[in-house]
């Protein structure tokens, strides 16, 4: 691909080079691609011992790979899967954490023309069989840590042939080796010819909204993710060998390399580049993450809003205590706000570049502060590539600065089509096509998100579809008030959702998990209440203030309202049905 993002552009009358971009981009893509070449193959010919995995654990453990070792690693194990049966259009599922053997899998996986279907190692035997089933999955590539939760659905998983495992533990009779299986194997092994709408990987969405699908993503994916990649984490051309490509850099993210977040937006670009990601197996803490970035001087990262959040309270001063190299720090997943964007900037020197995007159509909108300025609470402007607005209901376009949803057309400002599209939902047509407003050649991809656009074309998140709430009248968004909690220093993260009210239809009720060195009292409730109508709506303060040691969060670092609200639903439900004076919720305190 010849096209990029340049590291600097003409600006227009108004001193914004954004539109120019913007109109100037052109896709141009080949009618083959092959994610194991574009990742690796061509590293390993030309810089076979350029780093390319990095590796640490909370036990200590620590290695340094190649690209020439990635790709050996590779060959060796495409031929194991070969013995045992896996052809192109299978899905084999990766139960892996972050480590050099999730990697070698997937550049296997993809010169058998295979489909990688990534499953989180917190996954609990009933979602693992949901999405075994559900996929049709021949093979598993699986953790020894998650190996007592998938033997125990393996038999209701009949297309499951074969297990390999990776890691020291008793194998059952059933189960295969990985190290053992890779040794018998030639480090030689002619690749498959990937065409650009071949499926190359499988990834359930995180359930959020409703039962998890299955989004088939096609090779040129990864292709369509490049602008926004390059845009978020400052990192120019397309071309690896371009000199504005950072020729040192080394990305580290929290992310599992089973979710989008993980695989598409930092593993699979970051070896697009030729550059090192650290794989770090343990358990997130706000001083591990400052230990990593220093020890290995990350350059690169994607921090979700909520590890961001931890950080930002536990460290308010890190560069008094770390030695940090940042030069670029993308994130997603909820929104920043204003508190954390600022301390960011003030705190770790860069410019936070937050991102917006889903497992269907990932990496779309977001900032890029080295070329058009950063907005602290804005989701950003459509990346170079990707044609995005907000529409309402019928599918047409709102007005600035009118609420609606937000949609990505399947063809970018010059009408060609947009390699960064899924396929569709495995084995759920209807869902696939309920996905799309319009006609096939000429539809919008619905995100269920809600957003304005201004003038200048950038959006302004207002909450999922599902998560906006009346209250007397009052529409309430709670990203809003959530960010205001935050901004208090007794706040380490905050969730807001509706309490039913049988005068107002609903009250806002903010959960609450405080900062070290904070305790729940009356008086502290009183604090946030009058934090909150001193700097927002007086209808938008939280009547009710619950404390909680942790959030309900998916395993992408999403934060689950939709538990919340249905607990709050059951509550009001059981205080119905009770004598009349009512349910007195543990831990909750009412103005």
């Known amino acids: 691909m010849k096209t990029g993002i ?9 001193g914004d080079p954004y539109p120019q971009i913007h109109a100037r981009f052109r896709w141009s893509l080949p009618e083959r691609i092959s994610l194991a070449e574009l990742c690796c193959g061509r590293w390993a010919r030309d810089t076979p011992d350029a780093p390319a995995i990095l590796f640490d654990s909370d036990s200590g453990c620590r290695a340094h790979y190649s690209f020439g070792q990635l790709q050996r690693a590779a060959n060796r194990l495409s031929n194991a899967l070969r013995r045992c049966g896996v052809n192109a259009g299978d899905r ?11 990697a070698v899998a997937h550049i296997a996986l993809n010169q058998l023309g295979a489909v990688a279907m990534p499953l989180s190692l917190l996954f609990g035997p009933e979602a693992l069989a949901f999405r075994l089933r559900d996929s049709g999955a021949c093979l598993a590539i699986v953790e020894t840590g998650a190996l007592p939760a998938l033997r125990e659905v393996r038999a209701d998983c009949p297309s499951l042939r074969h297990v390999l495992a990776v890691g020291e533990t008793r194998l059952q009779p059933d189960e295969q080796d990985w190290m053992q299986a890779l040794q018998a194997e030639d480090a030689r092994f002619s690749a498959r010819d990937n065409a650009a709408d071949d499926p190359a990987i499988l990834i359930y969405t995180s359930g959020t909204t409703g039962a998890p699908k299955g989004a088939l993503m096609p090779q040129r994916a990864l292709l369509g993710n490049l602008t926004g990649f ?24 929290p992310a599992d390399w089973a979710w989008t977040g993980g695989l598409m937006d930092a593993l699979l670009p970051s070896l697009y ?17 400052f230990e990593l970035l220093e020890r290995y001087q990350i350059t690169h990262t994607f921090l979700f809003p909520t590890a961001l959040k931890a ?3 536990a460290v308010p001063h890190p560069r008094e205590r770390y030695t940090l190299r940042l030069q670029g720090l993308m994130s997603a997943g909820e929104a920043v706000g204003d508190a954390v964007f600022h301390w ?12 917006f995007g889903q497992t269907e159509i990932n990496y779309v909108v977001g900032n890029c502060e080295r070329l058009w300025p950063a907005r602290a609470g804005s989701m950003g402007r459509a990346y170079p590539g990707h044609r995005v607005a907000v529409i309402d209901e019928a599918g047409e376009v709102c007005p600035t600065d009118t609420v609606g949803e937000v949609a990505v057309h399947r063809c970018d400002a010059q009408g060609d089509p947009d390699p960064v599209f899924f396929l569709g939902y495995w084995n759920n047509e209807p869902a696939t096509r309920a996905k799309f407003t319009g006609d096939p050649d000429n539809s919008w991809c619905r995100t269920g998100d809600l957003a304005r656009m201004d003038a200048q074309g950038y959006l302004w998140y207002e909450g999922r579809s599902d998560d906006q709430f009346k209250v007397a009248g009052y529409r309430i968004g709670p990203g809003e008030i959530e960010n205001c909690l935050v901004k208090h220093p007794a706040v380490a993260n905050a969730a807001v959702v509706p ?21 729940a009292s009356p008086a502290l409730i009183a604090e946030l209440q009058a934090f909150v109508k001193d700097r927002l709506a007086p209808y938008e303060y939280p009547k009710d203030i619950e ?18 609200r249905q607990l709050e639903q059951e509550r009001a439900a059981e205080a119905a049905a009770a004598t009349g004076e009512g349910l007195k919720t543990p831990g909750s305190i009412s103005a």
């Open 499 to 519: 309490k039913p009210d049988a005068a107002r239809g609903a009250t806002v009720k903010a959960f609450i998990v405080l900062a070290a060195g904070h305790r």
């Open 6 to 14: 340049p590291s600097s552009a003409p600006q227009g009358p108004d």
């Open 547 to 564: 404390f909680l040691d942790s959030l309900p969060m998916t395993t992408t670092g999403k934060l689950q309202r939709r538990v919340l």
């Open 230 to 253: 390059i845009a978020s984490q400052n990192w120019f051309g397309f071309d690896p060998h371009d000199p504005a490509a950072p020729s040192d850099a080394v990305f580290w993210s």
């Open 311 to 313: 950080m930002m309270k």
């Open 344 to 355: 960011v900037r003030d705190e770790l020197g860069v410019t936070v570049n937050e991102m």
């Open 92 to 102: 084999v599922a990766l139960v892996m954490p972050q480590r050099f053997e999730t």
């Open 273 to 289: 580049f030729g550059r090192p990601i650290l794989g770090y197996q343990g358990r997130f803490s706000p001083e591990k993450a």
